[in-house]
């Protein structure tokens, strides 16, 4: 019986943990599996909401580190989560993405001579600028599996100098849950509480540091849709952190002036799901956000200077877009008259991502 300690702490964490423990559950007279909660998003819609519609269960542990500095929070997490360690010694821990939760618990696990494996491995959007990026390059560097999305990650890894021996395409796990909850999130009403009907909105979503920490970028965004959103209505389920910027930054009366732009809190997982299948575009600076809408073929204006996840360009309906006010524009208008970018879903995805992943380490047995 092989011990597996599963991580999550932020919202992505649960789409991807959640069909992997289901996987794992399936064969429980080999693998004995605990799902560890670091609690670096602590919000109840951030967090319990996704935990009860992903059906998984309370966590094994929860580390409530909360909110904090990077360096605090990680520091926190690396403290917390070696007790767990030292108390259950795993015989492997599976972390995912590019939080500060997956480097700190992979650290941990390395030193006490426990494999790790790095679901999203091989992700680069090559800018050393954004703390995910940091992340994800020291996780690959001290994990032992490597799992991959898709093939551009692999190159990245092998370009890094890793073995290819330690390198597994096993696809983009997030559309696992995507698939098992689709029929779920269609029976969403969230469209008719808020009084708004299918392909008559476009959808926002806003949480990089980059964009809604800096006064100077946050105005940029919202210049644009004080413009766009004399076309569409703007469908915007805020991040915490977003809505205490507009604050800090006296920016709620420009805000609250745009009468097609509805703020709503966020949004629990099947809901989400049928906001994204069912916006006619989408504008967002998430990543998971660019491989769900090109699952769904809804067009998806990423404000970022670049993407960890470029597949989603060159297969799929993403674009980029420079943090500029005019492009920001632009780039809506086209789409709002029709001239919608056409994508198809890369290999791999189809939802068969957690039973390649536990046959991977069932065959090492």
Request: charged share 30%; aromatic share 8%.
């Amino acid at each position: 019986m092989r011990k597996v300690h599963l991580i999550v702490g932020a919202r992505p964490n649960f789409m991807k943990m959640a069909p992997l423990y289901k996987e794992f559950k399936k064969y429980s007279d080999e693998f004995s599996v605990k799902l560890i909660h670091t609690g670096q998003h602590y919000d109840e819609r951030m967090s319990k909401f996704f935990f009860d519609d992903l059906q998984l269960p309370y966590p094994d542990e929860y580390l409530e580190v909360g909110s904090g500095t990077h360096g605090k929070q990680t520091a926190r997490i690396i403290e917390r989560y070696e007790d767990v360690l030292l108390k259950d010694m795993p015989d492997l821990v599976i972390v995912a993405g590019d939080v500060n939760s997956t480097v700190a618990c992979a650290l941990d696990a390395v030193k006490l001579h426990i494999p790790v494996a790095h679901l999203e491995a091989g992700l680069r959007s090559h800018a050393k600028s954004m703390p995910e990026e940091i992340n994800r390059i020291m996780t690959d560097v001290i994990s032992d599996y490597l799992l991959t999305p898709s093939p551009d990650a692999d190159e990245n890894l092998l370009k890094e100098g890793k073995p290819k021996d330690k390198i597994y395409l096993v696809g983009n796990i997030m559309i696992d849950s995507l698939i098992q909850y689709k029929n779920k999130a269609e029976e969403s009403k969230i469209l008719d509480e808020i009084g708004i009907s299918k392909k008559d909105y476009a959808l926002i979503t806003l949480h990089r540091p980059s964009n809604v920490d800096n006064e100077k970028g946050l105005l940029t965004i919202l210049n644009a849709f004080e413009e766009i959103n004399k076309d569409v209505k703007l469908i915007f389920p805020i991040h915490p952190r977003t809505r205490k910027r507009i604050e800090e930054f006296n920016l709620e009366e420009k805000v609250n002036s745009m009468k097609n732009l509805y703020l709503v809190p966020p949004a629990g997982y099947y809901d989400f799901l049928h906001l994204q299948m069912n916006a006619k575009f989408i504008l967002t600076d998430s990543g998971g956000i660019q491989e769900e809408s090109t699952y769904f073929g809804i067009p998806c204006l990423t404000l970022r200077p670049n993407t960890e996840r470029p597949i989603t360009i060159w297969e799929g309906t993403n674009q980029l877009v420079k943090l500029e006010t005019d492009d920001i524009i632009d780039a809506a208008k086209k789409i709002i008259a029709g001239d919608v970018k056409q994508g198809k879903i890369p290999k791999f995805w189809d939802g068969k991502t957690a039973e390649r992943i536990v046959q991977i380490f069932r065959n090492e047995n």
